[in-house]
């Protein structure tokens, strides 16, 4: 419940902008993420909560959206108010912004409703000036402490609010710490070196923006204000939010915080630590500090941090208080918490709270361990882990033996887990350019910042010199889900010559040079490690996930298989059946393709003659050898195929087998019309002209068709020659049937693909109903079952849904070619040339081929619909690659279908994901209830 502000408080704006905390009382809520961002609710949480927190208040995202809309002005009346909360500010605090004898400092700080770590801008020790600097240095009696702040002040406010490039900076800085020795940290800098450098560093905003360092305390808020705003699309956090799927129109709050001094001395610091280890989710205090520092200096790397657990003997009395203060905060949200704390003089103060961002391993143990403790329930276990996370568990990891010999270049900090391999590049800009062209890079850093963000997400994994466990490379790595090495202190970087080295090793590399990465060890290889996947049976806490998973998930996860050994490896993770096995794959494999390409070059002929024979004409010699060619043939394949099902019924035993008939145009078991030109047109020129090659030639450009995927597939292709569908029809049956006799129990389905039209539907299932009859009779009292079902994948079969179910007990979509009808596309041309750009250019919002488009979906309702109004108990599914892509589960739980089939190694994926489309259509349906 919000608390009223006090009575002296006047809002001159026409909406409320601003909620304050402070004196142990706060306006708003930790509920109130979507106005106040997490920062700015965490602060109010925690202030309510008694817990030791600066006096401040929360500029809301609302006014940051209207920021934007009117034109990047700050809202009517938004000024005033924000004058009138600085009055309150320094009532709680007792000192004034600007006064000179009792300077009041404040920092100002972004805060998204979801965490964005590092993408958007903060600005510390705001309010200083030469005047309130002399009044910081006489209330503090620390010269050194004063000048390090004003000069990292004017740092920071010229590089964030005026635009300087940080290098500018940094360069002036490293030299005076060059000055010292090789090995001088900051902390060594002298006060005159401080002086001297903040005079350096104004002159460099003079020179780079033509105006002099602003000095007026009001004016630098406003600046500020305004920064943090215009941050909030930004470069980085753009793509951040792309790449985490964030919206753009949510704003950024503003939170502007009294100042507390971490950089006053030995009995002063900063940090961050979580409530449990974010890397393995071991329940243990997990972070970093540094005495006599500021925040920026732990997230940005510049000194290695000290681990959390040397607080206790530094400052024992203010561990204890902050071990205390993270349980009391983990118990209260639920969750592990990120803090971010500073020490003044030996007092805590709280700085942030949040969820925190943790590794795919940590997350899955932090869920098991909080249900055992207590703490969630196993429906919100299952509603914590994120889908991808469970695909990077199942990520592969580095052979031991390729290790064995393996010249290791440097050793870090374990920052991230995962294996990495790929080229070496030194700069964010140069990894999205290589990526782009097809390689795979690994980003070597210094250290990351913020601005680093877009070559971190498409590197396969980030190696930094500098750094520590909570460094800027480190928390992004984790939250994206990359292989990360941080700290790697051994490890030169010469970005001017591209390369590195490691003098203790002796190991150097350029750029381009493959380089392999261990984030779960630290450890960095020169050259290209071979890889073994990951094993799913030694990972119990995700198995446990993911059969509390079972127990929520409404609808079934199947799998897409054409093997007995995929088959297998899908139900090791779960899989309760196969939604599509393709009998074309099979024909593919050693003699097999001889034996179709025969079969084929004869089929129409040998169609022809069978068509004359049945009309009751003879057939010449030459026609019944051609049909003799053409059985034999087809004999060999049946018999080569019932072996196939009858692998798969064993692998799936008891469970149902999904198998679609012959789908693609015979030319595609041919060789490449161009490549069989260009063969003969060579043996023509050499005089050595096979006549096998000519034939072959003949039948290619005969079977040839402008576009194939309209053209002679699927129901068609077995109707126009039917011994291809009978076969493969006998051969599942008799599989079954020798299955059934070896004590199996097989589930056999039958699924014609591409049907337009009942009468399609209906003449083919006439067709194999007698082929099962005939199969019947011959299995002398062993039952056969067996059920007839279509894919829908033509936009008229799904309108005419109604009148295919009265021919089909089941229903399977087939969403990659009803994706390509129903939009026009062409899947491989589109994807290779202008989808990947209408994405990008937001001209469409996804890549339909990935994530269920909304009106394939609605077509796919309408056919559940028709095709259960038909015939009640239709069973549906769906096997196209949607099938294991979470939001498109989502979109197939809300119709309504059965099951979901995907491939084997998205399983793990479409168990956890089809749980929460379960929970979140509870939560729907719990809310219109209401």
């Not at 942030?352 to 961002?357: E, F, H, I, M, S």
């Not at 050499?686 to 005969?702: H, K, M, N, P, Q």
């Not at 290779?832 to 994530?851: A, M, R, S």
Request: hydrophobic share 40%; proline share 4%; charged share 25%.
């Amino acid at each position: 419940m919000t608390i009223e502000a006090p009575p002296d408080r006047v809002h001159k704006a026409t909406k409320r902008y601003i909620y304050a905390w402070g004196d142990g009382a706060a306006e708003g809520n930790g509920e109130m993420k979507d106005l106040l961002g997490g920062k700015g609710a965490g602060l109010a949480e925690m202030t309510r909560a008694g817990l030791p927190t600066p006096p401040g208040f929360t500029i809301t995202t609302e006014a940051c959206n209207d920021y934007f809309d009117a034109g990047e002005q700050l809202p009517d009346g938004l000024w005033d108010d924000v004058l009138e909360a600085m009055r309150e500010v320094e009532r709680r605090t007792g000192k004034g912004f600007g006064d000179p004898a009792n300077p009041l400092l404040v920092s100002v700080r972004s805060g998204a409703k979801f965490s964005m770590p590092g993408m958007m801008d903060t600005v510390l020790n705001l309010g200083l000036n030469e005047a309130t600097l002399g009044g910081l240095i006489e209330l503090t009696g620390n010269e050194r402490f004063g000048w390090d702040a004003y000069r990292r002040f004017i740092q920071m406010f010229g590089r964030i609010v005026m635009g300087v490039k940080a290098e500018r900076f940094d360069e002036l800085l490293e030299a005076k710490k060059h000055a010292h020795g090789p090995d001088a940290r900051d902390t060594d800098l002298t006060v005159a070196d401080l002086e001297a450098l903040a005079a350096d560093f104004r002159a460099v905003v003079k020179q780079d923006t033509g105006r002099e360092f602003p000095g007026e305390p009001y004016e630098q808020l406003d600046l500020a204000i305004k920064a943090v705003f215009a941050s909030w699309f930004g470069k980085r956090a753009n793509d951040y939010r792309n790449s985490q799927k964030i919206p753009h129109d949510l704003g950024t709050a503003v939170n502007v915080v009294t100042m507390v001094f971490g950089n006053m001395g030995d009995d002063s610091g900063t940090g961050v630590a979580f409530t449990r280890d974010p890397n393995s989710g071991t329940n243990e205090l997990f972070g970093e500090y540094l005495t006599n520092a500021q925040g920026e200096d732990v997230v940005a790397g510049i000194r290695t941090p000290a681990k959390i657990s040397h607080l206790a003997d530094d400052m024992p009395e203010v561990y204890d208080e902050f071990q205390r203060i993270g349980e009391q905060l983990e118990r209260h949200y639920r969750d592990v918490q990120d803090l971010e704390f500073t020490i003044e003089r030996g007092r805590l103060y709280m700085l942030q709270t949040r969820n925190a961002k943790r590794t795919a391993a940590a997350a899955v143990k932090i869920a098991v361990d909080m249900v055992r403790e207590g703490l969630i329930s196993e429906e919100e276990a299952v509603a914590r882990i994120e889908p991808a996370q469970v695909d990077q568990l199942l990520r592969a990891t580095f052979d031991p033996k390729a290790l064995e010999d393996a010249p290791r270049i440097v050793k870090g900090l374990n920052a991230s887990p995962g294996a990495a391999v790929g080229r070496a590049v030194f700069d964010a800009d140069t990894a999205v350019e290589w990526v782009g062209r097809g390689e795979k890079v690994v980003l070597v850093r210094i250290e990351t910042s913020p601005d680093d963000f877009h070559g971190m997400a498409v590197a396969e994994g980030i190696i930094t010199a500098r750094g520590g466990a909570t460094s800027h490379a480190a928390v992004v790595a984790r939250q994206i889900g990359k292989p990360c090495v941080a700290g790697s202190a051994d490890l030169a970087v010469d970005y001017a010559g591209e390369a590195a080295s490691c003098a203790r090793t002796g190991i150097s590399f350029q750029q381009g040079d493959w380089v392999s990465l261990d984030g779960s060890t630290g450890d960095l290889y020169l050259g290209r490690l071979a890889t073994v996947q990951a094993r799913f049976e030694d990972q119990p806490e995700l198995q446990q996930v993911l059969d509390w998973a079972d127990e929520i998930r409404r609808m079934g996860v199947w799998t897409n298989a054409d093997k007995p050994e995929e088959a297998a490896q899908a139900r090791s993770y779960g899989a309760r059946g196969i939604g599509l096995c393709r009998t074309e794959h099979m024909f593919r494999e050693g003699e097999r393709l001889e034996i179709v390409r025969g079969a084929i070059l004869v089929a129409a002929a040998a169609t022809r003659a069978k068509a004359k024979r049945d009309a009751g004409d003879a057939l010449g010699a030459e026609e019944q050898a051609v049909v003799d060619e053409f059985d034999a043939a087809m004999a060999k394949l049946e018999q080569l195929q019932q072996g196939d099902f009858e692998g798969i019924f064993g692998a799936m035993d008891g469970l149902p087998v999904v198998i679609r008939l012959i789908d693609p145009p015979l030319h595609e078991f041919l060789p490449n019309l161009e490549e069989q030109l260009v063969k003969v047109t060579r043996e023509e020129v050499t005089g050595e002209v096979s006549e096998a090659d000519e034939e072959l030639l003949r039948a290619i450009r005969s079977m040839h068709e402008q576009n194939p995927m309209l053209g002679l597939r699927g129901v068609r292709l077995g109707l126009m020659i039917p011994d291809f569908v009978k076969v493969q029809t006998r051969a599942i049956l008799n599989a079954q049937i020798a299955v059934k006799k070896a004590g199996g129990h097989p589930i056999a389905k039958i699924m014609i693909p591409l049907v337009g039209h009942v009468n399609e539907l209906a003449r083919t299932r006439e067709l194999l109903e007698a082929e099962a009859a005939a199969v019947r009779e011959a299995a002398g009292g062993v039952e056969v079952d067996y059920k007839f079902g279509t894919m829908i994948e033509v936009p008229r079969g799904a309108l005419t849904a109604d009148e295919i179910a009265r021919e089909a007990t089941f229903f399977s979509f087939g969403t990659n070619d009803l994706t390509q009808m129903t939009f026009g596309y062409s899947r491989d041309d589109a994807e290779g040339g202008f989808l990947l750009k209408y994405v990008e250019d937001k001209i469409l919002p996804v890549n339909p081929f990935q994530t269920l488009d909304d009106a394939v979906a609605d077509l796919m309702r309408i056919a559940v619909e028709k095709g259960r109004g038909a015939r009640p108990d239709l069973e549906v599914g769906i096997c196209g690659e949607h099938g294991g892509d979470p939001e498109s589960i989502a979109k197939c739980e809300r119709i309504g279908l059965d099951y979901v089939s995907c491939s084997p190694f998205r399983v793990p994926v479409a168990r956890l994901a089809g749980a929460q489309a379960t929970l979140a259509a509870r939560s729907s349906l719990g809310e219109r209830d209401k």
